[in-house]
């Protein structure tokens, strides 16, 4: 709630919201809304959004805006929450149109088809599947963990987590520790990850074995270790973290910025 009403303060006098929120955070970003006489648009409500998943690597969706329906949108990211982000974005879209600016149809199907999201369920490599996640917290872990149980279940994970001091690491550890096979925890490159260890003891309570490996670098180098090909290794907790292991892996031999 405390995060949504921080949102919330943006919003401005006569300026139309868009929204995918729900339950508590919905009703904060309304009574903002009503507060200032803005309008509203609500995913679900105002909005709609439906498709087929296209596995890692992205779907194609069809999206119901507040003024017409675009078809057989191809976007280039995985996971059932990216259709919601991209309804979110055509009805932001169609309201700047209503505003003047001079967009159609074709630049709507050009622009979600070119989307790119670096380090939010990014596949970078292919044996093993090394899959770089920016979740930080509850909510990111816990669209990571639908999207493992939709598009990974029955594979072999291994975990690389690192996680800051100030986040809710108990919530995060709970949803992700229990999908993996093997948990190596980390230490993110940065001054509030001097705790770091104490991620891998809450990991304790729900999976065995928790490796402790202060490096990165070593970290990764385990993770490939006792992957093999088939398996999965999912890198998370931390955009710090995620942001070193994708330069790292850039330099590695099959590796992908």
Known sequence: ASVAREKAGIIKPGVPVVTAAEGVALG????????LGTP????????????????????RITVRGLKET????????????????AACAVAAVEVLADRGFRITGEDITRGLAAVRWPGRC???????????????????????ARFLRAHLSGRKI???????????????VKTLVPLAKKVIVTRPSDARAAGWRRVAAEA??????????????????????GAGADGVIVVTGSLYLVGAVRALLAGVPGGAA
């Open 28 to 35: 904060i970003i309304r009574e903002r809304c009503e507060a």
């Open 40 to 59: 509203l648009y609500v995913v679900g409500k105002d909005i709609a959004c439906w498709g087929e998943s296209a596995g890692l690597t992205g779907q």
């Open 70 to 85: 675009y078809a057989n949108l191809t976007i280039p990211l995985p996971g059932a929450h990216q259709r919601l982000n």
């Open 122 to 144: 990014e596949v970078v490599r292919s044996s093993p599947l090394v899959l770089l996640d920016g979740a930080h917290n509850p909510a990111g872990a816990a669209a990571l």
């Open 158 to 172: 291994t975990l690389v987590l690192g996680i800051l001091d100030d986040k809710d690491r108990e919530v995060m």
């Open 204 to 225: 304790r309570k729900y999976a065995a074995p928790v490796l402790e490996i202060e490096a990165t670098d070593a970290a990764v180098e385990e993770a490939f270790t």
